[in-house]
């Protein structure tokens, strides 16, 4: 399974980008999907995540109300979209699957996942 991400760039405060990550593989419609971040010096941290059974979302309180997680599972992508933004958002932003259409886990936690794309920048300034 690949995973490749894009959509990353430079905004300003407010701003919106919107993420697409892309996957291989003939099952995606039964992959759990996620998006990560990690800034310079942090350790990579949970965003958003969609699972692929009735399309049940999380996110994390830093970007709910602001971020929306969403699959197409036609064209073997999940998309975030990004509102709002703020210079605490940049980082580098991963897209993640678990492929073993799982029903039950801490879709938070990296140990979830099985595949990771290879990142997109997001950078935003104030």
């Known amino acids: 399974v690949q995973l490749q991400a894009s959509g990353g760039g430079l905004v300003q405060a407010g701003g919106s980008l919107r993420l697409s990550c892309a996957a291989s593989?003939?099952?995606?419609?039964?992959?759990?999907m996620g998006w990560f971040r990690q800034a310079p010096g942090k350790e990579r941290e949970f965003v958003a995540a969609?699972?692929?059974?009735?399309?049940?979302?999380n996110y994390a309180d830093s970007v709910k109300g602001r971020f929306t997680i969403s699959r197409d599972n036609a064209k073997n992508t999940v998309d975030l979209q990004m509102n709002m933004l703020k210079p605490e958002d940049t980082a580098v932003y991963y897209c993640?699957?678990?492929?073993?259409?799982?029903?039950?886990?801490?879709?938070?936690?990296?140990?979830?996942?099985?595949?990771w794309g290879q990142g997109t920048l997001v950078t935003v300034s104030s």
């Open positions: 993640a699957a678990n492929v073993d259409a799982p029903m039950y886990g801490n879709v938070r936690s990296k140990n979830f996942y099985d595949y």
């Open positions: 969609i699972s692929w059974k009735v399309g049940v979302i």
């Open positions: 593989g003939h099952t995606f419609s039964r992959y759990g």
